[in-house]
């Protein structure tokens, strides 16, 4: 038996509580990881309190990613005693996620756990951190250099958000970010290495097709409307990494933005990644990634207590990373 942070369904009301797991409850897959730390997220908070539709299927553990030991595996792969970390792959949403003492997966979904990086910074960087990291991958990639200009970052008070902001900063871009509270997250956000803060009410306005080139690249987190108003800024030959659809999934724009400026969007998904990539990724973020970013940016929190804060990050009152010790 193993302790885990479990959702039912009685009523259409989502029932959480920390239960004693029996093995055979856990679904399928060819490696079995004793769990050291999954996080907390928005996400998360709402499968927890059922404030959103996140989970379908009951019962669920939620916690989409972990990091932890391996103790049996049928993948050739891995072996018990390899440390590997899983991010992304519908966990804690469509199969059993992080916040369970075991976990049970397929092989394809994890990558070893680098060297320099421990289990609870993994964590504290996350899926978030992970998408990040390929978001401006994708602008390096894009043939995009510091001096080229501004590069903004929306939603830049998020999990992704944040991390960008830290790792372009670290390569020496000057960065512009985006947030809705600057009075509360701008100070913060300047501490991560934003070079100013903008108010997300600056782009309020719907989109022209084209607008006054300003931005050399962006991540954009947010999509929509907010997505349109960056590509319409963005810079002849700029790339604007695109990976959230908190603003919805329409993109209210025109085809000017690439055929008369070049602007290329690329799209970010922390899934649809190839292995190597993945592990690539990972690699990286090892070595831009100050210290401090993990001292200032993380909470770290009991498996008993994630049911309180996700309440408390569901009402606003816990911002930046939160991991859990699950082991």
């Known amino acids: 038996m193993f302790k885990a942070l479990v959702l039912n369904q009685e009523d259409k009301k989502t029932l959480a509580a920390i239960e004693l797991v029996d093995e055979s409850q856990l679904p399928e897959g060819d490696v079995e990881v004793a769990v050291d730390y999954s996080s907390l997220n928005y996400k998360d908070g709402l499968a927890i309190t059922g404030k959103g539709k996140i989970i379908r299927n009951f019962p669920m553990v939620p916690g989409i990613d972990l990091v932890g030991t ?30 369970s003492e075991k976990a049970r997966l397929k092989g394809d979904w994890l990558v070893p756990l680098v060297d320099g990086l421990s289990g609870q910074q993994a964590m504290s960087v996350g899926t978030a951190g992970f998408t990040a990291m390929l978001c401006v991958q994708a602008i390096v990639d894009g043939g995009v250099k510091p001096e080229d200009g501004e590069v903004l970052v929306t939603g830049a008070s998020g999990g992704v958000g944040s991390v960008a902001v830290t790792l372009l900063n670290q390569l020496g871009y000057s960065v512009a970010a985006v947030t809705g509270r600057a009075s509360q997250n701008g100070d913060l956000l300047t501490s991560l290495g934003a070079s100013r803060i903008v108010e997300r009410s ?23 409307n907010m997505l349109a108003k960056v590509l319409a800024q963005t810079n002849y030959n700029g790339v604007v990494a695109a990976c959230g659809l908190a603003g919805g999934f329409d993109l209210p724009t025109s085809v000017m933005p690439f055929i008369l400026r070049n602007v290329r969007l690329q799209g970010v998904d922390s899934v649809m990644c190839p292995r190597e990539k993945r592990i690539q990724a990972w690699e990286r973020l090892v070595e831009l990634l100050p210290a401090s970013y993990f001292e200032q940016a993380t909470k770290l929190i009991n498996l008993e207590d994630a049911i309180q804060a996700a309440n408390d990050i569901t009402n606003g009152q816990i911002t930046g990373r939160v991991v859990i010790k699950v082991n």
């Open 70 to 99: 391996v103790t049996t595996s049928e993948d050739a792969r891995y072996q018990a005693g390899d440390k590997v970390v899983l991010t992304g792959w519908g966990v804690g949403e469509n199969h059993w996620g992080g916040m």
């Open 202 to 224: 600056e782009f309020a306005e719907p989109a022209k097709p084209l607008e006054r080139q300003v931005w050399a690249a962006a991540v954009d987190t947010v999509g929509s």
